[in-house]
Every structure is written in C-alpha cells, then in structure tokens.
C-alpha cells in the first residue's frame, strides 16, 4: 500500500500509525508540503481537495485520513480500531467527528501552520486567542481518557489514532521559540492535564510510535 504523504503531516500520521498497528505492509510517498505539489494535475488527480494524505492500494485510492482508517479496518479488522459493538462503534464515531469538525482543524490552521511557517508575530493576536480555546479542549480530552485510559473505548481506538498525531503536532508548535514569546500557556502538557500525559505516554511507548515519527522532525532534533 502507498501512502502519499509529507513528513510531519498530523493527519498523515495517524494513517502510518493505523497501519503499523495493523501490520500492514506499506510505503511512504513522499509529497512536498508547498502548494505546487500539491495541487499540481498529478496529485490533484489522487485527491482534488489537494491534501495529504491519500492511499493506493492497488487499483483503489483514497483520500481523507479518517475514511482511510475506517476502510482499514473493514480489510484488515484485527485489531479493531472501530470498537467490537455497536455502542462502542457509536462512541468512538462521535469522538472523531468531534475532535475533526471542531478541534482539530482550528488547532493547525489557527495555531500550528502559523508558527510553523513563521507568521508568529505576525499572527500574535489569532494564535493566542485560538490557544485560550484550546486548553478548554485539552481539558475535556484529559477527562475522557481518565475512565478507561483511551479517548473513547476500554482498549486503543481509531479515536486515539485521531487525536493522538494532531496533540502531538500541537505540542511540537508549542516548543518552538516564536511560541514561547507568546506565552500560550500550553506547556508542559503533561503538568496541567495528567490523564493526557499517562495516555501519550502509553501511546509513545508503542513500537507503532518509534517507527512512525515524523522524519523530519528527527532531523531537527539531531540538529538540536
């Protein structure tokens, strides 16, 4: 299966992570990040929308990281990432569609891309404002996972590979010295919402985490 993706990319992790948990057999496609690769005809013909990231396999392609892990699951159902019945199949849905629709697109393109991208300063105001949300989303997540460990389910859940990749991208954007002028307040993570920090714990002490992490980011931290 190929993986059409940038380094870095929080949502083309979660696809890398579903697939190591699974153990499919896969390759990374690497995909830049400026605009004229990805809406260039060749990539635009995977996947219209222009975004990463988008699966081959074989004669099937698909876009959308979240209809990825879903189709899967459905070809490679052990071990389930949907939940084992229809109630946890329901909560672990209403997490995604949650996180997606109203957490997750704000935190990159309202905190990460910015700062990324060096608009930090420019940006100041927007950034901070989205951060002030943030830790109200941050907290909810933090009690979601106190009853069982995991977002949305007693065991590791699609939910878990949703939001795990975009917390982490999220801390990363954080950590970097534009941020920290801005004083966000969002780290340490791990001292203001400490279920979150034993569930990342858990999530990257899996090999899946090891063999996933961005490469990218391992160049920056050789450098560092």
């Known amino acids: 299966m ?4 940038f380094s870095g990319s929080g949502f083309a992790w979660r696809v ?17 990040a400026a605009q004229a690769a ?19 396999d074989g004669n099937y ?3 959308e990281s979240v209809a990825i892990l879903a189709y899967l699951d459905r070809k490679h159902p052990e071990p389930p990432l949907f939940g084992r019945s229809a109630a946890e199949a329901g909560r672990i849905w209403r997490a995604i569609l949650d996180f997606d ?7 990159v393109e309202c905190i990460v891309v910015p700062i990324f991208t060096g608009q930090a300063a420019a940006r100041a105001e927007s950034i901070r404002a989205a951060a002030r949300a ?5 907290a909810k ?24 990749p975009i917390v982490e991208v999220l801390a990363r954007a954080a950590g970097k010295p534009d941020a920290k002028a801005l004083a966000l307040d969002l780290l340490p993570l791990d001292a203001r919402w400490p279920a979150l ?3 990342r714990a858990k999530l990257q002490a899996m090999p899946a985490y090891a063999r996933t992490y961005p490469a990218y980011w391992k160049k920056l931290d050789a450098a560092a």
């Open 101 to 107: 629709l109203y957490v997750a697109r704000d935190w």
């Open 16 to 32: 890398l992570l579903a697939l190591e948990i699974k153990g499919v057999a896969y390759a990374e496609i690497p995909v830049q």
């Open 141 to 164: 997540l933090d009690a979601a996972v106190k009853p069982h460990g995991w977002i949305a389910a007693p065991a590791l859940s699609a939910a878990d590979l949703v939001v795990f």
């Open 134 to 138: 943030s830790h109200a989303e941050l």
């Open 197 to 199: 920090a034993a569930w």
């Open 61 to 63: 392609t698909l876009a």
């Open 38 to 56: 990805l809406k260039s005809p060749e990539f635009l013909a995977l996947n219209p929308r222009g975004k990463v990231p988008v699966i081959r």
């Open 2 to 5: 190929d993986v059409h993706m």
